[in-house]
């Protein structure tokens, strides 16, 4: 993996100059198109997106780990005031908009410059990574530039698109890539031959299947998240077009992804090449505690959700704090998860007489589960279960045949991904977990499965509507949406945030707390939403929708 990290970091060094966001990113100047092969940046901008998605400061997951309720601060550190308060001013989290649209020039290159080039894979890939990175945008603001962004400097006042329009044609866009794989290895002949996707792929290493599964699976986030809108028009869009992609997705053997999807460019124990995610919040390079490890702490809201429904994964994601109560000399020192309250001014800190429960991550190459897993650990961009726990949904709401005896088989499934997720050591390289992995769930003592039988064969959980699906709570048409996202919530802990927190908006599920110091005037007081960044309000002024705030809901955000 090395070998291959010189090899990326070569080719992108050739091509221009590395920027501090990211340690393969390659494009500091999106207004200078580059001349450059698809192969020599592919990599590179597949490794921002995972960093700008799980650890780079800052990322989508680090935001929505504090507003979905992962996170808390510590008594170590003041300051996090906007965490606290709900108060975003238009720098809070500035650098995602930049950092995104930075990225998806670089996709765009790849997209234009592959098409013309004889790099159609290269193209399609790009494609659908443009896809995902908008998403993310208009998940996180709303209207953003779409049509006429990624010009450069033939147009650097880009009109903004309708968040909902832009979900039409993301859907679109991911269509078309699939017919553009699927036309290029059809067309494929003795005197033409696709110039063929390699190490460069530092996702699914050139298998072209497996990123028709990846579109696949992210036209059902897409198709899910404008699902609960009071549009009856799009309603009955949204409806039909899940039929069709379940119908075509087994029409075409090729369904949806297996396994993790998950980004290794080669990290190593090196300063500005471990896991970003793993950097910022575990151990630096060279051993010693990252800065921001001392910085938060898991919320008592998460701990008491693992630990009311006795999941072994408390003890798998966090270190056990204590609580010292008595007088001197009869101290006496409790074990007990401790957490933060939402808006705590006095939290706990890490010395007596209350020390605070950690985020596990071991020290140096130590390989571990977990959430923050290892240095060289492969980076998330859609897990297993998250993709499981969508399907189980659109089966038990009618989207997708099968009804709840296949939900519950999906819902399983994704509970047990999860707890494989989290017990598997880190690994360098992208095997994580798979169909197979999920077949051998009676193999004694494989990663994960033990915990997992218990959990599920606990009697205290046999009729436990938070576990148990079939004593789960109906909720009319929404089926047993409840359950589902509620384990998806847990499941998705620290390593997928956004995707947790985009379903709080969508679900109102679960219940989240809300800080204390919230100045939010919604009913559950949360915020919805990101300001746009002063950077864009500065020089795109007179395009950017005026009267927005941190309250006002994305389109698909209707049930409160």
Same mark, same amino acid.
């Given at each position: 993996?090395? *070998?291959?990290?010189?090899?990326? $970091?070569?080719?992108?060094?050739?091509?221009?100059?590395?920027?501090?966001?990211?340690?393969?990113? #390659?494009?500091?100047?999106?207004?200078?198109?580059? +001349?450059?092969?698809?192969?020599?940046?592919?990599?590179?901008? %597949?490794?921002?997106?995972?960093?700008?998605?799980?650890?780079?400061?800052?990322?989508?997951?680090?935001?929505?780990?504090?507003?979905?309720s992962y996170w808390g601060k510590t008594g170590v550190v003041s300051g996090y005031g906007e965490e606290l308060t709900y108060n975003y001013s238009s720098s809070y989290y500035a650098g995602l908009f930049a950092?995104?649209?930075?990225?998806?020039?670089?996709?765009?290159?790849?997209?234009?410059?592959?098409?013309? &080039?004889?790099?159609?894979?290269?193209?399609?890939?790009?494609? #659908?990574?443009?896809?995902?990175?908008?998403?993310?945008?208009?998940?996180?603001?709303?209207? #953003?530039?779409?049509?006429?962004?990624?010009?450069?400097?033939?147009?650097?006042?880009?009109?903004?698109?309708?968040?909902?329009?832009?979900?039409?044609?993301?859907?679109?866009?991911?269509?078309?890539?699939?017919?553009?794989?699927?036309?290029?290895?059809?067309?494929?002949?003795?005197?033409?031959?696709?110039?063929?996707?390699?190490?460069?792929? #530092?996702?699914?290493?050139?298998?072209?299947?497996?990123?028709?599964?990846?579109?696949n699976s992210l036209k059902l986030r897409i198709l899910l998240r404008e699902s609960q809108t009071s549009d009856a028009t799009l309603t009955a869009s949204v409806t039909q077009q899940l039929a069709a992609l379940?119908?075509?997705?087994?029409?075409? &053997?090729?369904?949806?992804? @297996?396994?993790?999807?998950?980004?290794?460019?080669?990290?190593?124990?090196?300063?500005?090449?471990?896991?970003?995610?793993?950097?910022?919040?575990?151990?630096?390079?060279?051993?010693?505690?990252?800065?921001?490890?001392?910085?938060?702490?898991?919320?008592?809201?998460?701990?008491?959700?693992?630990?009311? &429904?006795?999941?072994?994964?408390?003890?798998?994601?966090?270190?056990?704090?204590?609580?010292?109560?008595?007088?001197?000399?009869?101290?006496?020192?409790?074990?007990?998860?401790?957490?933060?309250?939402?808006?705590?001014?006095?939290?706990?800190?890490?010395?007596?007489?209350?020390?605070?429960?950690?985020?596990?991550?071991?020290?140096?190459? $130590?390989?571990?589960?977990?959430?923050?897993?290892?240095?060289?650990?492969? +980076?998330?961009?859609?897990?297993?279960?998250?993709?499981?726990?969508?399907?189980?949904?659109?089966?038990?709401?009618?989207?997708?045949?099968?009804?709840?005896?296949?939900?519950?088989?999906?819902?399983?499934?994704?509970?047990?991904?999860?707890?494989?997720?989290?017990?598997?050591?880190?690994?360098?390289? &992208?095997?994580?977990?798979?169909?197979?992995?999920?077949?051998?769930?009676? $193999?004694?003592?494989?990663?994960?499965?033990?915990?997992?039988?218990?959990?599920?064969?606990?009697?205290?959980?046999?009729?436990?509507?938070?576990?148990?699906?079939?004593?789960?709570?109906?909720?009319?048409? %929404?089926?047993?949406?409840? *359950?589902?996202?509620?384990?998806?919530?847990?499941?998705?802990?620290?390593?997928?945030?956004?995707?947790?927190?985009?379903?709080?908006?969508?679900?109102?599920? /679960?219940?989240?707390?809300?800080?204390?110091?919230?100045?939010?005037?919604?009913?559950?007081?949360?915020?919805?939403?990101?300001?746009? /960044?002063?950077?864009?309000?500065?020089?795109?002024?007179?395009?950017?929708?005026?009267?927005? +705030?941190?309250? @006002?809901?994305?389109?698909?955000?209707?049930?409160?």
């Amino acid at each position: 993996m090395k *070998i291959l990290f010189k090899m990326l $970091t070569a080719a992108a060094l050739t091509t221009a100059a590395s920027s501090c966001s990211s340690f393969l990113d #390659i494009n500091n100047n999106p207004n200078q198109a580059l +001349t450059v092969a698809p192969s020599a940046i592919l990599a590179t901008a %597949l490794s921002t997106t995972a960093a700008n998605y799980t650890g780079n400061a800052p990322s989508y997951n680090s935001y929505a780990s504090w507003v979905a309720s992962y996170w808390g601060k510590t008594g170590v550190v003041s300051g996090y005031g906007e965490e606290l308060t709900y108060n975003y001013s238009s720098s809070y989290y500035a650098g995602l908009f930049a950092n995104t649209y930075d990225n998806l020039n670089d996709y765009n290159i790849i997209q234009t410059q592959g098409a013309a &080039n004889g790099y159609p894979y290269h193209a399609a890939i790009a494609r #659908i990574m443009k896809a995902y990175n908008f998403l993310l945008l208009v998940d996180e603001y709303g209207d #953003i530039p779409y049509s006429q962004a990624l010009q450069g400097g033939t147009n650097v006042s880009p009109a903004y698109d309708k968040a909902a329009d832009i979900y039409k044609d993301l859907l679109v866009q991911l269509t078309g890539a699939i017919s553009d794989i699927k036309a290029t290895a059809a067309t494929a002949t003795a005197t033409f031959t696709p110039l063929a996707v390699g190490p460069e792929d #530092i996702v699914f290493g050139g298998n072209m299947t497996k990123w028709r599964q990846f579109a696949n699976s992210l036209k059902l986030r897409i198709l899910l998240r404008e699902s609960q809108t009071s549009d009856a028009t799009l309603t009955a869009s949204v409806t039909q077009q899940l039929a069709a992609l379940q119908t075509e997705a087994a029409t075409d &053997n090729v369904g949806f992804i @297996t396994a993790d999807v998950v980004a290794q460019p080669g990290y190593a124990q090196s300063a500005g090449q471990q896991n970003p995610l793993y950097n910022r919040y575990a151990y630096t390079a060279a051993g010693t505690s990252a800065t921001e490890r001392q910085y938060q702490i898991p919320t008592q809201y998460i701990l008491n959700q693992y630990s009311s &429904n006795n999941d072994p994964r408390l003890s798998q994601l966090y270190t056990i704090g204590a609580r010292t109560t008595g007088t001197d000399p009869n101290l006496v020192t409790t074990p007990e998860y401790i957490g933060a309250q939402p808006g705590q001014s006095n939290a706990p800190s890490f010395v007596a007489p209350i020390v605070a429960s950690r985020i596990r991550g071991a020290n140096a190459s $130590t390989a571990t589960g977990g959430i923050l897993k290892g240095l060289v650990a492969p +980076t998330a961009l859609m897990l297993l279960s998250e993709h499981l726990f969508s399907k189980a949904e659109a089966e038990t709401r009618g989207l997708f045949t099968g009804g709840n005896t296949a939900a519950k088989s999906d819902y399983l499934d994704g509970i047990k991904a999860s707890f494989i997720y989290f017990y598997r050591a880190a690994a360098t390289t &992208n095997a994580s977990i798979n169909a197979s992995t999920l077949a051998a769930s009676t $193999t004694a003592g494989a990663a994960g499965i033990d915990q997992y039988n218990t959990y599920i064969n606990a009697a205290s959980n046999a009729t436990n509507p938070l576990v148990s699906f079939d004593n789960a709570v109906v909720n009319g048409a %929404l089926g047993k949406q409840n *359950i589902i996202i509620y384990q998806k919530y847990l499941a998705l802990n620290s390593v997928a945030s956004t995707e947790a927190w985009d379903d709080y908006r969508r679900t109102a599920q /679960p219940k989240l707390p809300a800080s204390s110091q919230s100045q939010s005037p919604r009913a559950d007081k949360l915020p919805t939403r990101l300001f746009y /960044p002063l950077g864009e309000t500065s020089t795109n002024a007179a395009n950017v929708p005026a009267n927005v +705030t941190q309250y @006002t809901k994305i389109f698909w955000d209707v049930v409160d």
